[in-house]
């Protein structure tokens, strides 16, 4: 097989792989629980933005630091404006409220808002697919190893994708199909990351800072004022508990990276 053929495979099966062991997961067991783990959700999603995609991002770029910050305000401004443009944003009514809608219509209203999640998360699996090009360019081996960590490091935070898109309305039929087709996003990152190296390289700083903006968006705008709604001091601490989880989380698998 060619090198190409080779980044093809292995960023379709990366991509693949990590979305479906995290659906195994997080449709079967951790379904049922959607309500705590909306909690476990944002911990995993700002750990992966803030201390995993951004300082990947700074690592990987030459620019002053007030370029990728005002690349990170762009994004979460963008993800404002389609919020606030109602193409992304969900009702706060109910089914059962007393409004007029067919059966389904809060979940179809609902479902608008974990678009951004995706849009963030796509953003991210391109970029792994140019590094796992550009690994599989220096090395076969480092391309394989490469891989194996971004899977590993992926599961958890398509467990907080899935968990996002299920609070959102998504039924488990569209979270998985919409999953699959974020995750092989990385077999067009990596096919141009073949291609076009040099100027792919170029790009993925501010690719990886526009994905995290979409993470702390969705984490702050839309999942801590959920959480906000249950203020008992029990609740409260059990939340707080489910946050650092997410978050240790990521730093175990950063550091095992």
Same mark, same amino acid.
């Given at each position: 097989?060619?090198?190409?053929?080779?980044?093809?495979? $292995?960023?379709?099966?990366?991509? %693949? @792989?990590?979305?479906?062991?995290?659906?195994?997961?997080?449709?079967?067991?951790?379904?049922?629980? $959607?309500?705590?783990? %909306?909690?476990? @959700?944002?911990?995993? *999603?700002?750990?992966?933005?803030?201390?995993?995609? *951004?300082?990947? &991002?700074?690592?990987?770029?030459?620019?002053?630091?007030?370029?990728?910050?005002?690349?990170?305000?762009?994004?979460? =401004?963008?993800?404002?404006?389609?919020?606030?443009?109602?193409?992304?944003?969900?009702?706060?009514?109910?089914?059962?409220?007393?409004?007029?809608?067919?059966?389904?219509?809060?979940?179809?209203?609902?479902?608008? @808002?974990?678009?951004?999640?995706?849009?963030?998360?796509?953003?991210? #699996?391109?970029?792994?697919?140019?590094?796992?090009?550009? /690994?599989?360019? %220096?090395?076969?081996?480092?391309?394989?190893?490469?891989?194996?960590?971004?899977?590993?490091?992926? !599961?958890?935070?398509?467990?907080?994708?899935? !968990? %996002?898109?299920? #609070?959102?309305?998504?039924?488990?039929?569209? /979270?998985?199909? +919409? #999953? =699959?087709?974020?995750?092989?996003?990385?077999?067009?990152?990596?096919?141009?990351?073949?291609?076009?190296?040099?100027?792919? #390289?170029?790009?993925?700083?501010?690719?990886?800072?526009?994905?995290?903006?979409?993470?702390? +968006? !969705?984490?702050?705008?839309?999942?801590?004022?959920?959480?906000?709604?249950?203020?008992?001091?029990?609740?409260?601490?059990?939340?707080?508990?489910?946050?650092?989880?997410?978050?240790?989380?990521?730093?175990?698998?950063?550091? &095992?990276?």
């Amino acid at each position: 097989m060619t090198t190409l053929q080779w980044i093809i495979l $292995v960023t379709l099966t990366a991509g %693949v @792989s990590s979305v479906l062991i995290a659906a195994s997961l997080s449709l079967s067991i951790l379904a049922k629980l $959607v309500d705590r783990m %909306v909690s476990i @959700s944002v911990g995993i *999603l700002l750990a992966t933005a803030l201390l995993h995609s *951004l300082p990947e &991002a700074f690592e990987m770029t030459g620019s002053e630091p007030h370029v990728l910050f005002g690349v990170l305000l762009a994004g979460l =401004l963008g993800f404002f404006f389609l919020e606030k443009i109602a193409l992304l944003r969900h009702s706060h009514h109910h089914e059962g409220d007393g409004h007029d809608h067919h059966h389904g219509h809060d979940a179809e209203e609902a479902g608008q @808002s974990g678009w951004m999640i995706l849009i963030g998360d796509g953003l991210h #699996n391109f970029v792994d697919g140019i590094l796992i090009a550009a /690994a599989f360019m %220096v090395d076969f081996e480092v391309g394989v190893f490469t891989a194996i960590a971004i899977v590993a490091h992926e !599961i958890p935070q398509e467990i907080g994708d899935f !968990i %996002v898109l299920l #609070n959102a309305g998504f039924t488990r039929a569209r /979270a998985l199909l +919409y #999953n =699959l087709i974020s995750g092989a996003l990385s077999v067009l990152g990596g096919v141009l990351g073949y291609f076009f190296l040099e100027s792919a #390289n170029a790009a993925m700083p501010y690719l990886l800072v526009i994905a995290s903006s979409g993470f702390i +968006y !969705i984490a702050v705008s839309d999942l801590i004022p959920q959480m906000h709604r249950r203020p008992h001091w029990r609740e409260s601490l059990r939340q707080i508990v489910l946050i650092a989880c997410g978050i240790g989380l990521i730093v175990l698998l950063s550091k &095992a990276h």
